[in-house]
């Protein structure tokens, strides 16, 4: 970008997140009020609770209509409410007006990447509070989120299976915390289910560590190896290369598999902002986002297990993300590979109705 350019950017977006104080990280805000929660016992979040109704049309952020593509997307928004009061419950109401205006917000940068390639589908769910969820150790987490939030999706996904997909190839995206109940959908639901696994294009699971360990103990998940493998896994997070090991409050110590979501490779091969097909960033005030070429470049890390972005400007861009840890980009894992992810999915979408 011109200097000129970079500077109305700059402008922009710090009107952007005056306005807007993105979801997932306005959360972390309130992390150092539970930190002490860690080692307490998890109360059971779930005994006796309901699932969410799916047939009931108003349970759902998208559900899609008009002309039938050949391929749906299945959407999972990420952590899109937070507690303002720590006497609040650790989970929002299906129906919280805070998670029903966000949720929107996000959908419209991150699930937008994939509406030309199928048609989509995204339940509102019941969400665990990030500041409380992320204070835990990283097996108490996985407890909190495959209670209720996992509980709620995966009746969403059986439900859309069993009246929406008619049999149809489908693509999963999630980010964040939609990340991690994908994850859990794929281990619990995916194994049961044979026949609608054999119809999954590919998994895009982002913003959460996908590890060795988790893929070594679901023998049925393969993680991608390609821009063109189909039935995958694809998975990564990213941060500035400035960010120690251990410091990005989302990985915590975990170490995840990464693919490169501009050149696809699994090594550190490099790949430019030149080379990237553009990012979907706020433009003006209103934070209405649109292509902005050349953003981001993307290069694997693999001793910490991320992606990372050393052609942003850190000071302009990411005040905000200094609340989860300086220059972790989290929440914009999706936006900053917008285009590139919108390319690759038609690229095994492809490949899949090839076969």
């Known amino acids: 970008m011109c200097a000129t350019h970079k500077a109305f950017f700059s402008y922009v977006w710090r009107k952007f997140l005056n306005m807007y104080r993105f979801s ?3 959360s ?8 002490s929660l860690a080692s307490y016992e998890l109360p059971d979040h779930s005994n006796g609770e309901p699932t969410t109704d799916y047939s009931i049309n108003e349970y ?3 559900l899609f209509s008009g002309f039938s593509k050949d391929v749906d997307v299945f959407y999972v928004y990420p952590t899109s409410w937070y507690k303002l009061d720590p006497a609040e419950p650790d989970f929002c109401a299906i129906d919280h007006p805070t998670m029903l205006s966000r949720s929107k917000v996000v959908f419209d940068i991150q699930a937008t990447a994939f509406e030309t390639v199928g048609n989509l589908y995204a339940p509102y769910y019941r969400q665990a509070d990030a500041a409380y969820t992320l204070s835990l150790p990283a097996d108490k987490r996985w407890a909190v989120v495959d209670s209720i939030p996992a509980k709620d999706v995966i009746a969403a996904f059986d439900y859309y299976i069993k009246h929406y ?9 999630g980010h964040s915390q939609g990340a991690q109940v994908l994850m859990l959908l794929l281990k619990n639901y995916m194994p049961e289910h044979t026949g609608t696994y054999a119809r999954m294009v590919c998994a895009y699971v982002i913003g959460y560590p996908v590890t060795a360990e988790f893929m070594s103990s679901n023998k049925h998940l393969k993680f991608a190896e390609s821009a063109e493998d189909t039935g995958v896994i694809v998975s990564y997070n990213t941060q500035s290369p400035s960010v120690a090991p251990g410091a990005n409050i989302v990985l915590g110590d975990e170490i995840g598999l990464v693919i490169n979501p501009i050149n696809w490779k699994r090594d550190e091969t490099p790949a430019t902002a030149e080379e990237s097909l553009g990012s979907y ?7 209405n986002p649109a292509l902005i070429p050349h953003f981001a470049d993307a290069r694997i890390n693999m001793a910490k ?4 972005c050393s052609s942003v400007n850190e000071t302009d861009m990411f005040n905000l993300s200094g609340k989860m840890g300086p220059e972790v980009y989290h ?5 900053f590979y917008y285009y590139n992810l919108r390319e690759n999915a038609q690229v095994r979408v492809n490949r899949f109705l090839a076969k």
């Not at 929440?331 to 936006?335: A, Q, R, Y």
């Open 24 to 26: 997932v990280i306005s």
């Open 28 to 35: 972390f805000l309130a992390l150092s009020c539970f930190l």
């Open 60 to 62: 759902w952020l998208s």
């Open 165 to 173: 997909n008619k049999g149809k190839p489908y693509i999963l995206v």
């Open 281 to 287: 960033m706020p433009i003006d005030a209103q934070g």
């Open 305 to 308: 297990g991320v992606i990372e």
């Open 331 to 335: 929440s914009f894992d999706i936006p």
